[in-house]
Structure formats: structure tokens, C-alpha cells
């Protein structure tokens, strides 16, 4: 009940302003206090109405009261202060149902600051103090505030256990260590702790490693997901242009067709109503002919009959036959378009399987393949998109096959083109596992892969395979080889083979260039991170005109 006394004292001393201890306290007419700076900063406000009034119980006062410092208010609260008593605490510093309570507090408990694991007792600050200031306490152990203070008592010695049987893993008091756990393996519960403190950080260490593995993994995962996403949006936009061209082409040609079977119809409609009209005049003429014949026949005047017999007798020369058969004039255009539609069919049936999506498999990577066969399992058939060669380069067998040529070729301009090293981008986009070989024929060649956002205007590096960080090159130059990213050469050993073979797993980061043969040598090998889908590519010279490169097909 006393500290509810003083807590009384707090709220009567304090500024109902500021929430604080008076500080230059001083009275108004109406009996309530206020320090003089804050009752003075509220009236400055007032000043703009002009009316002053008592913030509590809201009396007006005609003019801005002169204000004198109470003395015996002044001396009182600093006798307060002596005493070591402040303002009265807040309601957030007395203990809720999910807080731990200070054991000492009266009335409404206080929150607790620390508990003490040798008084078994929570203390709020201000009951905390004597283990900070008394010698008596200095060996006390003060830990955060716990509600399982009890659980350090032996329930059957009712004494705190310090100890810790090793034997049966459990806590016990010292009296346990002689009782029921004689002849135990027993040490203090520090040095226990010290133990599993060890063990507790080699763990924690394991854990915090198992997460940065973890988050990198999930880093693998987003940008697989990143690249998939933004492959899968290219090939839709991609896929949707083809098609709207190849309908355009259809709808085109489907025109045509129609335009020109109608004109050979009217040629044809026209040829045939002129012969009937001939015919249908003839048969006219013979019907009139009969007619007069059948009269004369009919004539009883022997001599009038020989008179116009030998007019009405003769007849005119009569049309050619015509020959009625079966018109089959525009049977092969039925053939023609049928046989074009079976041959579209079957391209489509047959490239529609090489449509296929890489699985995300970031989490289990597979073991790189090491011989020829085990390639063969991730072989990707590429095709070079003739909208970035340069010019002097020239696409044949299927757009698989590139060859140096001594003049430009009348390419149509396109963004997407090389325009001064020779060198050319497949269509396919490449993520997930992927070989493919390339045959090379002279005596220079590059074989490349790169990200499709690589510049291609102009002679700088930017647009150069090898010399940027968007591109990865090995260059097979006679009998020997060189790797190059960035402007950074490797000089590089490994038996020569016209045929190159390169291995991409690019969520794991891996970009392999092999010798290539039924004996797989390794020439050089790339541990990176790629952060878009990457594409095949090659780079030759003008000087070694008739060089080639042909990316192999491999199914």
C-alpha cells in the first residue's frame, strides 16, 4: 500500500502537460499545476484566438494570468527527487498477462527486468538495483526475465540444481549427486553447459552454412526461373510472328490460286459459250431448213417441187463434232495444293517433337557427362538465324552450315545483323543441359556461345565474341587453342579434331569445350553464373574465304 502511496504522489506532482515532474511549477486561480515553460507554450498558442484557459478543466481566464513560481510546490517536488522517485511509469511498463512480473512489486506489479537464477526471483529496475549496488549480490546470476524459475528446483531436495548427471541427462541439486545419482557421471551444470555451448556454435555453424547453401540455391532457382520465364516470352513472340508470316504466306498464295483458277475459268467459260452459241445457231439454220423441206414435201405441184428442190436440197458446210468428255482442267491445282498441305503436314508433325522445355533441376544437378554418349543424351540440334549473319557470310544446308564468301550478299537489312565481324547467332535460345558439335573446315574459327542482348553495330569489342562479358569463345586456329571472355586469353592444349564439341549446363553454371570424337578430351571448361539464356554462335575471316563451320546433327 505504500507504493501505491508514492505512486499517488507521482501523478499529483506531475505536469499534465508534459507527464513529467514539475519542473518551475506553478498555480492557477482555478488550483491545477504546470511547469511554467509548458503552461506559457500553450498560452502562446491561445494568443492567436486571444483566449487563455486552464488545459484541464478548461476555465477562461479574461487576460493571460501573470505567472509566479511556486515556491513550496518547487521545494516539495525536489524533495520527491532526493528521495530517488521519478514520474510515475507508464502503462506499458506494468506487467501484461504475457509479461514476466516483478516478484517484490505491491499492488500492480511492474514489469520485471532481469531474473536472478540464484534468488529464483524476477525483479522489475527499480527492485533491481540492489544486485547492481550491494556486494551481497555480486555473485548472483542475472539472466532475462524467465516464468521458469522453478524449474531450476529439485523437487525432491527443494535446492537449486547446480549440477548435471551426465548418466542419466538430466539436471539434479548437489544432494542428488550423493543420493540416488552416487557413482554417476556428475559435473556442474556450467561445465555441462560449457560442452553443449560447444557443440550449440558448431551446430549454429552447420545451420548458418546449410542456409547460405540454401540461399544460394534459391538464387539458382530465381534466375532459372528469370530465364525460363523471359526464354519462354521470346519464344511465344517469336513463335507467334513465324506463324502470323507463314498464315500471311498461306492466305497470300490461297489468293493467287483463286485469282488465277477464276481467270482460266472465264477463259475457259467463255471458249466453250462461243462454240454453243455456234452450235445452237446451226441448229437453228437446220431447223429452218427442215421446215421448208417438209413443206416442199408436202407440195402436190410436181413441177413447183423440181423447181425449188434443187435450192432447198443443198446445205451449208456444218460445225466440226464436238467431242463431249469428262473436263478434268483444274484437277492438278486440287493436286498441287493437296500435295503442298500432305508436305506441310509432315514438317510440321515431324519439327513440332524437337519442341521440348528444359526442366528446372537446380536442386539435383547431374554429374557431368564424360564420354561421347552420355553427350549424345543432352544433343541439341542448332540452326543459325540468317537475320544476324554478317554479309559475307553464306547459310546453306538447312541454316546449319556457314561459309566464308569473298563478296557481300544482298541481305536485307535487320537490327538483329552482324555488321562488321563475321559472325552469326542461332535461333535457339539454349537453358537447362545442352551439346551440341560443330565440323570445322580451314584454317580459323571461333566457336562461340553469347547472350542475345550483345550489340551488334560496328567494330568494337561490344559486338565482338570473347571480348565482352556477354560471350564465351574457343579459337581453333591451326592446331592449336585459345579461350577467350572478356578480353581475357587462355592459351589452351588438347589433341586437334575438326569437330568441336561444346556442353552447357547452365543452371549450374558449367560451359565445357571438348575435342570431340568417340574419345572425349577436354579443352577447357567455364564455372560461371549466366543470367540469360545463352546462344550458339561462330565467328570466322574474310582472309580465309571458303572456311566453314556446320553445326552437326547429332539424332
Keep these: 500500500m505504500a507504493q501505491k502511496g508514492v505512486q499517488l504522489d507521482r501523478e499529483s506532482f506531475s505536469c499534465s502537460i508534459c507527464l513529467d515532474l514539475l519542473k518551475d511549477p506553478v498555480s492557477l486561480n482555478c488550483g ?79 514489469k520485471a527486468q532481469k531474473s536472478c537464477l540464484v534468488c529464483l526471483a524476477s525483479y522489475c529496475e527499480l527492485h533491481l538495483q540492489p544486485h547492481y549496488e550491494s556486494q551481497r549480490f555480486k555473485k548472483h546470476k542475472l539472466v532475462e526475465p524467465s516464468e521458469k ?29 550423493v543420493d540416488q545419482h552416487k557413482g554417476h557421471d556428475t559435473v556442474s551444470a556450467a561445465a555441462e553447459r560449457s560442452e553443449r555451448q560447444k557443440e550449440l556454435e558448431v551446430s549454429r555453424l552447420n545451420i548458418q552454412q546449410r542456409i547460405q547453401d540454401r540461399e544460394k540455391d534459391v538464387k539458382l532457382l530465381q534466375q532459372e526461373l528469370e530465364a525460363i520465364n523471359r526464354s519462354a516470352d521470346e519464344a511465344v513472340e517469336d513463335s507467334e510472328k513465324m506463324f502470323t508470316e507463314l498464315i500471311r504466306l498461306m492466305q497470300k498464295r490461297s489468293s493467287e490460286v483463286k485469282r488465277q483458277v ?58 466440226s463434232s464436238i467431242q463431249i468428255r469428262p473436263r478434268r482442267r483444274f484437277d492438278h491445282v486440287t493436286a498441287v495444293v493437296s500435295r503442298v498441305r500432305d508436305e506441310l503436314e509432315d514438317v510440321l508433325r515431324d519439327k513440332w517433337t524437337d519442341v521440348s522445355l528444359t526442366e528446372v533441376d537446380v536442386l539435383l544437378p547431374a554429374a557431368e557427362p564424360k564420354t561421347r554418349a552420355e553427350f549424345l543424351q543432352y544433343s541439341r540440334e542448332i540452326t543459325l538465324d540468317p537475320n544476324t549473319a554478317y554479309t559475307k557470310l553464306v547459310l546453306s544446308g538447312g541454316n546449319r552450315k556457314v561459309t566464308v564468301m569473298s563478296q557481300k550478299q544482298s541481305y536485307p537489312n535487320h537490327p538483329d545483323r552482324f555488321t562488321y565481324w563475321l559472325q552469326v547467332l542461332s535461333r535457339e535460345s539454349l537453358t537447362g543441359r545442352c551439346y551440341w558439335e560443330v565440323e570445322r573446315s580451314g584454317s580459323r574459327v571461333h566457336v562461340a556461345v553469347s547472350y542475345k542482348n550483345i550489340s551488334r553495330a560496328g567494330s568494337s569489342d561490344d559486338c565482338k565474341f570473347g571480348s565482352n562479358n556477354k560471350s564465351w569463345l574457343l579459337d581453333c586456329f591451326n592446331n592449336s587453342y585459345n579461350f577467350r571472355h572478356n578480353k581475357v586469353e587462355t592459351p589452351l592444349s588438347g589433341p586437334w579434331s575438326s569437330r ?53 546433327k547429332l539424332k
Design 149 to 177: 524459475l522453478q524449474e531450476n528446483i529439485c523437487s525432491r531436495h527443494d535446492e537449486v540444481m547446480k549440477m548435471f548427471c551426465r548418466t542419466d541427462r538430466q539436471s539434479i541439486c548437489y544432494l542428488c549427486s
Design 500 to 552: 568441336v564439341g561444346v556442353y552447357l549446363d547452365h543452371s549450374a553454371g558449367i560451359l565445357s569445350f571438348y575435342s570431340a570424337s568417340e574419345t572425349m578430351t577436354l579443352l577447357h571448361r567455364v564455372q560461371t553464373t549466366f543470367t540469360q539464356p545463352l546462344h550458339a554462335g561462330v565467328r570466322l575471316y574474310s582472309m580465309y574465304v571458303g572456311d566453314s563451320v556446320e553445326f552437326c
Design 262 to 319: 477464276r481467270s482460266q475459268q472465264e477463259t475457259e467459260v467463255s471458249g466453250v459459250k462461243e462454240v454453243e452459241e455456234k452450235l445452237q445457231q446451226e441448229i437453228r439454220e437446220l431447223k429452218r431448213k427442215d421446215a421448208e423441206l417438209k413443206k416442199l414435201s408436202n407440195t402436190e405441184d410436181h413441177n413447183q417441187f423440181l423447181h425449188s428442190y434443187p435450192s432447198l436440197s443443198a446445205l451449208s458446210p456444218s460445225t
Design 32 to 110: 491545477h499545476n504546470y511547469c511554467m515553460k509548458c503552461i506559457n507554450s500553450h498560452w502562446d498558442v491561445e494568443d492567436q484566438k486571444p483566449v487563455y484557459s486552464c488545459p484541464q478543466c478548461r476555465k477562461i481566464f479574461p487576460t493571460r494570468p501573470k505567472l509566479e513560481k511556486n515556491t513550496m510546490l518547487a521545494e516539495l517536488v525536489e524533495q520527491l527527487k532526493k528521495t530517488g522517485l521519478q514520474a510515475a511509469p507508464a502503462d506499458h511498463c506494468y506487467a501484461g498477462p504475457e509479461d514476466v512480473a516483478c516478484d517484490f512489486c505491491s499492488g500492480r506489479k511492474l
